[in-house]
């Protein structure tokens, strides 16, 4: 009797850890040095597995956000080898990021996007918050020119704030941004060197003629890579590393004062916009982006016409879920 009943609670016990699933996950942050890369890294962990890495740091002229897949296989470009040297086609794009490659004030005109000539986005200060479901990371990033010394080139503070959950084995990352100018200036440039970008890792460039992409609206003019509208809602890319498949989609709030979406077959696409903001102004910025493992393409390189019904409905469902939030 004793036993049956000790049986019987073990297996309520069991049943009642299975039914949490996802609630029962363990969030961690960590702060370290980066043997991968020049400077530092804050890993942002789920039960012991890194689902995404914030690399900033000395040698790195930006910092952005790396992203993983369930297994540890990183999925974003990080542009740099363990030397500081470029790796893989047009370097300066690297993971999930954020720049303006004509930013004009007083000083000059800064190019925060390649930063070929100086100047950078720099992590100042940072707070981490874990819970059950998700971590976050709320950062202070200082936008400097290459114009002037230190404590005179202060040209935007910007307030990051980096959710980052792993639903259903998709990684979510919520982007929301506040830019505050420091001094008058114009975010300047175009669409395909500016705005908040997502760059997969840099094998893919070697095989571009097996991705693809897809957007909303429909019906828009693509004009090599660039599309024009104020009404865009989504994007979403499929491309393959090594063995595996992945989807990714970018959602675009409509707060944001968006003009264009640009693309590229290797892997970099992102949400653009020009603006003007006087000292002390600020602007805010949302945008969600969900990474998620899928089944290798009938045809890669395009769509069929199952595929693309089904991810349009996907994107879709993930778009009005974001919308509809508080």
Do not use: C
Not at 37 to 56: H, M, Q
Not at 222 to 249: A, E, H
């Amino acid at each position: 009797m004793n036993y049956w009943r000790t049986l019987m609670m073990a297996v309520a016990v069991l049943t009642l850890l299975a039914l949490a699933g996802p609630a029962m996950a363990d969030w961690t942050v960590e702060d370290r040095e980066n043997p991968e890369l020049p400077g530092s890294r804050i890993d942002v962990l789920e039960n012991s597995n890194i689902v995404a890495a914030l690399i900033y740091g000395e040698g790195q002229a930006k910092t952005y956000l790396h992203v993983y897949d369930e297994q540890g296989n990183q999925l974003t470009m990080s542009g740099l080898d363990a030397d500081g040297d470029a790796l893989g086609r047009f370097s300066h794009h690297r993971g999930i990021f954020i720049g303006w490659n004509r930013i004009r004030t007083d000083l000059g005109t800064d190019d925060l996007w390649h930063m070929r000539q100086g100047g950078g986005i720099e992590l100042a200060d940072y707070e981490a918050e874990v819970g059950a479901q998700a971590a976050t990371l709320d950062t202070t990033m200082h936008w400097r020119s290459r114009h002037a010394g230190e404590d005179e080139n202060l040209l935007i503070v910007e307030n990051r704030r980096l959710s980052i959950a792993r639903p259903d084995h998709r990684t979510t990352v919520d982007f929301d941004t506040t830019l505050t100018a420091k001094r008058d200036l114009r975010l300047d440039g175009d669409l395909q060197h500016a705005g908040v970008h997502y760059r997969a890792h840099h094998t893919v460039n070697d095989r571009a003629n097996e991705t693809a992409y897809l957007w909303e609206p429909t019906g828009l003019e693509d004009r090599g890579g660039r599309l024009i509208s104020d009404d865009l809602k989504w994007v979403l890319f499929v491309y393959p590393k090594g063995d595996n498949w992945y989807l990714v989609t970018q959602l675009n709030a409509p707060t944001n004062p968006t003009e264009e979406l640009s693309w590229r077959a290797y892997g970099r696409f992102g949400f653009f916009h020009k603006d003007q903001l006087d000292a002390g102004e600020s602007r805010d910025l949302s945008f969600r982006f969900i990474v998620q493992p899928i089944d290798a393409p009938d045809t890669p390189g395009e769509f069929t016409e199952a595929e693309e019904a089904r991810y349009r409905a996907l994107a879709t469902e993930y778009y009005d879920a974001y919308v509809a939030q508080p």
